[in-house]
């Protein structure tokens, strides 16, 4: 026979994004107790990320609903908590664990929507899929009021004016210069920062910070794309 604790984990946990949302918000917490100026979540790709984003508003509007039906419910669960012999089972314990998540959830949801303490740097390639992608992105982050004005496109070719491109390579500019003409149409507000293709792996801090040049400098325009 299960125990009313065992009972309570699982009520707790059958709430859609419960898991992560209250994992984002354990990590929160961790956050504000560190030394740091500013800290970087590595999103999934889309479909992740929007899903991640959702959770706040999901959880918080669930457990919103449910607290008010707790009158309802509690004399309820007591009576088949007696029924199956649970009797260390206590409603009032699951409604005090909700009513202590829901602060966090709902603080959760005011950092996502601060622009002064979130934004949304989207990271895409010059090419269709991952331009659509973008789009998506942006269009939901601006319809659940999160802060995003940085695309950073990665991959791209550039060449020293001595260069001799091959048909691969300049097969692969003018798709990309394609795509960038649409990104600088769409995202016209946007800061958007070019980066390129190298022919090494970045690895090790000194590396780390030798590419992160490219955020701060132009570097050039890949051939094919004016300026």
């Known amino acids: 026979m299960r125990t009313g604790k065992s009972v309570i984990h699982e009520l707790l946990g059958a709430f859609p994004g419960i898991d992560e ?10 956050v504000r107790g560190m030394n740091f100026s500013v800290v970087v979540f590595d999103t999934a790709p889309t479909g992740h ?16 609903k449910l607290l008010k039906l707790k009158a309802q419910i509690s004399p309820f669960m007591r009576q088949v908590s007696s029924l199956l012999g649970m009797n260390d089972f ?5 409604s005090s664990k909700l009513e202590e998540m829901l602060p966090i959830i709902q603080q959760v949801n005011e950092q996502f929507r601060d622009p ?7 990271i ?3 090419e269709f899929l991952s331009l659509y992608e973008t789009e998506r992105l942006v269009q939901e982050l601006t319809k659940s009021q999160i802060d995003t004005h940085n695309i950073v496109v990665n991959q791209l070719l550039f060449l020293d004016k001595n260069d001799k491109p091959c048909r691969l ?10 795509y ?11 800061h958007v920062t070019k980066l390129p293709l190298l022919d090494h792996e970045v690895r090790g801090s000194s590396q780390i910070v030798e590419f992160s040049e490219n955020l701060i400098r132009s570097r050039g325009t890949p051939l094919g794309v004016s300026e």
């Open 124 to 126: 895409c390639i010059a």
């Open 21 to 30: 949302a209250m994992s984002y918000a354990e990590v929160m917490k961790l």
């Open 169 to 178: 390579c300049n097969s692969r500019h003018r798709v990309q210069a394609k």
């Open 180 to 190: 960038l003409d649409q990104i600088e149409d769409l995202y016209e507000d946007f």
């Open 90 to 94: 206590n409603p009032e314990q699951i």
């Open 49 to 64: 990320t929007l899903r991640l984003l959702s959770f706040p508003t999901v959880v918080e509007k669930g457990l919103g």
């Open 116 to 122: 002064a303490q979130t934004t949304f740097v989207c």
